[in-house]
Structure formats: C-alpha cells, structure tokens
C-alpha cells in the first residue's frame, strides 16, 4: 500500500519559533508538494520538488522554505512561525507525468 | 490566477439521494479533471478523474460529467450513503506539470 507519512498529526508553536514539518513517501515518486489546506480556500500549493535538492516555489511561499536532500523526504520549514500560518499543512507524491497525487494524513499546525 | 470555481460550499443529501457538486475551470491548457474525497483527519485521495476527450466518465455510483465548450465539470453520486459524508475538491491540471488548482471544496452530509 503506497504511503505518504506526514511527521506529526498536530503541532503547537509560538510566534517567532522556527518549524519543521517532515514528509516521507516510500513509492519512490519524483514529485513531492506541500500544500496549505484553510476552510473555503482549498488546497494552495506552497511549494514542491521534482527532484532531489530541486525545488519550486509555488503559489504562496513566502514565509517558507522547503529542503529535499532525499529522494523520499521533503521537509517544510517555517522560518518564523506567525499566527497567520495557523493551517492545515498538507504533503503530497506523484510519478513523473503527474497523474494521481498521494496524500499524507496531514499536520495541524497552531501558531500561539 | 487561474481559478477553479467550485460550488456549493455544503451540501445535505437525503439517504438515496443524488449529490451534485459543479467545478468551472478558466485555463484551456487543463486536460486533466481529478476529483479529491477527504475524510475527518485524512488526506484527500483521488476519488475519480477525466480528460477532455469524454463527455463522462462513471465509476460504480460516482460519475463526471465534462462539457468542454462551457469550461465546466460536475461530480455525481448516486444512491448517496452516510459514508460517502466528507469534503470534496475538483481539480484541474495539464499533464506533465506541477501544479494542480484545486476548487474551495464541497461538505457532504448524507443524512440517514
């Protein structure tokens, strides 16, 4: 069974404090993203990786930064936690030509 | 910003009922229109997708219907069922490429 395994399920940080949030999927996929889920805006992509050490922002970075030093792990860091990115974080896989995306289960992120 | 309109926000269906939700996409480039189920505390996970080469695409009681000219897609599910009760997400995305937009998301409730 393909699997996409987001770190942590929930998470409390205080303002100012830096983040961390780490996936890792075992399908060996090129892919990987990381999206922001809040009630009425849907999924945004913050950013994602098509390759090792690759990365592309997407459309909402800013306040972010990601790492890919494997193939299989994604990291997303929040270089300064504020109460605005208080969210639903959201990882995500796919193969080369971009069909299916595979989700992890999430991490519920609050920013104090 | 390319867009993904998505509607309605909610959504109560009656036990046998029929769901619909609609998606208007504005970028012609799309050739490929997933639809996302999520459960309480999961990840979304492709529920059913189409390309602009059908008018519809049925699997088991979910079917798309696609109509190109207007730019717009639909999600049905018959016979709904208390366990069909999550957020749905329309999508759309050019094969090969790295970002999917995805629409706001519908709430089912199916009630029993």
């Known amino acids: 069974d393909v699997k996409v395994t987001q770190s942590s399920r929930y998470l409390v940080k205080r303002t100012g404090e830096k983040v961390f949030l780490e996936c890792v999927q075992d399908?060996?996929?090129?892919?990987m993203f990381w999206y922001r889920q809040d009630p009425g805006l849907g999924l945004r992509l913050i950013y994602f990786?098509?390759?090792?050490?690759?990365?592309e922002k997407g459309d909402i970075p800013e306040g972010y930064s990601v790492s890919r030093e494997k193939k299989e792990r994604f990291s997303l860091i929040l270089e300064s936690a504020s109460t605005n990115q208080t969210s639903m974080y959201l990882c995500?896989?796919?193969?080369?030509?971009?069909?299916?995306?595979?989700f992890g289960q999430g991490t519920r992120l609050t920013v104090v | 910003q390319q867009q993904v309109k998505q509607s309605p926000q909610s959504l109560i269906v009656q036990k046998g009922g029929i769901s619909i939700i609609n998606c208007a996409y504005e970028n012609t480039a799309f050739d490929y229109f997933p639809w996302y189920q999520q459960f309480p505390g999961k990840g979304p996970a492709l529920l059913i997708a189409i390309r602009p080469d059908v008018s519809e695409k049925k699997e088991g009681r979910f079917t798309i219907s696609f109509n190109k000219s207007a730019k717009q897609f639909s999600l049905h599910i018959m016979d709904s069922q208390p366990g069909d009760s999550a957020t749905y997400f329309c999508?759309?995305?050019?094969?090969?490429?790295?970002?999917?937009?995805f629409g706001a998301g519908t709430r089912l409730f199916v009630k029993a």
């Open positions: 995500a896989s796919s193969p080369p030509r971009f069909t299916e995306a595979f």
């Open positions: 399908m060996d996929h090129e892919n």
């Open positions: 990786s098509y390759d090792v050490k690759m990365k």
């Open positions: 999508a759309s995305a050019v094969t090969g490429g790295f970002k999917t937009i």
